[in-house]
């Protein structure tokens, strides 16, 4: 009975996190439509983020992530921006370049980090009418990397989101494959060498045997 009642319990539990996924997805498609169905924003499914995981997936995970943040917030009372949320977040990688070969045009090289949130803005401004909270989302995204820290709620959830979701799409596979090659080396026999000094009972037993032949040639 407590086996049945615990299975419940797990389907209303897995129930109530698709509705809360499908409201989030539904959310996103009302406040981000243009940008999700635009030309620029699909061409950044072929630019790579994090290993994987192209910019086009990056930007709709942490929308999602920024969404399920504020939903925790207002439980305590914290109100922030929806729409805001959303536009910013998938915008903020909006640098519509490969960053791993990219080269600054001021010569610069592997300082994506510090300049991609300008570009992304600078991109952005081109095609959309940003609210200032979404301009402070692009821009500041990177703190601390941007010095300047995010001036609204907003802004911070995003930073938030694209800082864990970084994580999982940087960090958790590598984890994933140490793991995996130390179940691979775990299994692999490891080779026994004796020292020569070392006393084991077949060196015991021919120190005794040489005792007793060297006390009968007495």
Known sequence: MKNRELTVQQLEKQARR???RRRIRESISQNGGDILHSVNFQKTRKNMQHGKVSVHSHSI??????LSIREKLQKLGIRSEERDIIRGALLHDYFLYDWHNH?????WRNLHGFTHPETALNNARKEYQLSPREQDIIKKHMWPLTLVPPLCREAWIVTAAD????????VEPRLEQMKHLGRHWAVIPRKVTVRPNSETPENNSGQEANGRNSSAVK
Do not use: D, M, N, Q
Not at 163 to 170: D, G, R
């Open 163 to 170: 800082k864990y979701c970084s994580f999982l799409e940087t």
């Open 103 to 107: 080269i600054h045009k001021k010569g």
């Open 61 to 66: 995970s942490v929308a999602e992530c920024s």
């Open 18 to 20: 698709l509705e809360r």
